[in-house]
C-alpha cells in the first residue's frame, strides 16, 4: 500500500507559469521528501522538509508541511519545458520505513 | 562516488527461471531499499535493510521473492520462479540516517515471457 496521495495525477501548463502539486499521508512521519523521476529514468531526489518544518525553498522549489493535516505541497515556479515529469512525494516514518506517493505527472509544453 | 549501482539494466527471461538482481549501495549508507515500479501499481517498496538487516519486508508479494544482504556493500533480490506479472522496473535505493534524501539506482527492466 502507498503511503502518500497526489493530486492533482497529472498537470499540464505553459512555460512559465507556476505547478503546484499537492501529498496526503496517514501517519506520522519523521520527514517528507519530494522525487523527480524523468520517463524510463530512476528517482532523483528534489527536497527534504522534516516534520518540525513547515516551509523550505530550493531554487525554483517550493516545499510546504502541515502536519497538522498530513499534507505537503511542491511549487514549481516558472516552469520550463525540462521540469516535464513524474514527482512523487515520499514519507519516512519514525522506523525510517520509506513510502512513496502515485505521483503527479506534469506537462510542461513551450 | 558512483552512486547506487544496479545490474542488469535490463533481463528478458522465460516464465519459469530465476532471476537475481544485484544492487551496490552508495559506500556508508546504512540504508537499503528495493522498489518496484508498474503503471498499475505505482512505486511499490518491497523490502528495506537497516546495517544489513531486514527491517520490513511486508511488501514482499510472495515467497517467490526473496532478498539478502550478505554485507554493507552488495544486495541482491531473487525471484524464483518467475511469472510474468513480475515484470517491472525494480529499483534500489539507499541512503545514510533517518534524516537524508535517498540515492537511487537506474533500475532493472525485468520483462519475464
Known amino acids: 500500500s502507498q503511503q502518500g496521495e497526489e493530486d492533482p495525477q497529472a498537470l499540464s501548463i505553459q512555460e512559465g507559469e507556476n505547478a503546484t502539486m499537492n501529498c496526503s499521508y496517514k501517519?506520522?512521519?519523521?520527514?517528507l521528501q519530494w522525487y523527480r523521476q524523468n520517463s524510463g529514468r530512476g528517482l532523483v531526489h528534489l527536497i527534504l522538509?522534516?516534520?518540525?518544518?513547515r516551509e523550505k525553498h530550493s531554487g525554483r522549489l517550493r516545499v510546504t508541511l502541515d502536519t497538522s493535516k498530513k499534507s505537503s505541497s511542491l511549487l514549481i515556479t516558472a516552469s520550463r519545458a525540462a521540469d516535464t515529469a513524474s514527482y512523487f512525494c515520499?514519507?519516512?516514518?519514525?522506523?525510517?520505513?520509506?513510502?512513496f506517493g502515485a505521483g503527479t505527472q506534469v506537462v510542461v509544453t513551450p | 562516488d558512483a552512486g547506487v549501482i544496479q545490474s542488469p539494466r535490463h533481463e528478458v527471461t522465460e516464465m519459469g527461471q530465476e532471476v537475481t538482481l544485484r544492487c551496490k549501495p552508495i559506500?556508508?549508507?546504512?540504508?537499503l531499499f528495493w522498489y518496484r515500479q508498474t503503471m498499475m501499481r505505482g512505486l511499490e517498496l518491497l523490502i528495506y535493510?537497516?546495517?544489513?538487516?531486514?527491517?520490513?519486508d511486508s511488501g514482499m508479494p510472495e515467497d517467490r521473492f526473496s532478498a539478502k544482504m550478505p554485507n554493507a556493500s552488495f544486495s541482491t533480490l531473487k525471484i524464483q520462479p518467475s511469472e510474468p506479472r513480475d515484470s517491472a522496473v525494480y529499483f534500489c535505493?539507499?541512503?545514510?540516517?533517518?534524516?537524508?534524501?535517498?540515492?537511487f539506482g537506474s533500475g532493472t527492466r525485468l520483462t519475464v515471457v
Open positions: 535505493a539507499s541512503r545514510y540516517g533517518m534524516g537524508n534524501g535517498y540515492t
Open positions: 501517519t506520522s512521519i519523521n520527514n
Open positions: 522538509i522534516r516534520s518540525n518544518e
Open positions: 515520499a514519507t519516512t516514518d519514525s522506523w525510517g520505513k520509506f513510502q
Open positions: 559506500s556508508g549508507h546504512d540504508y
Open positions: 535493510f537497516n546495517n544489513n538487516v531486514p527491517i520490513d
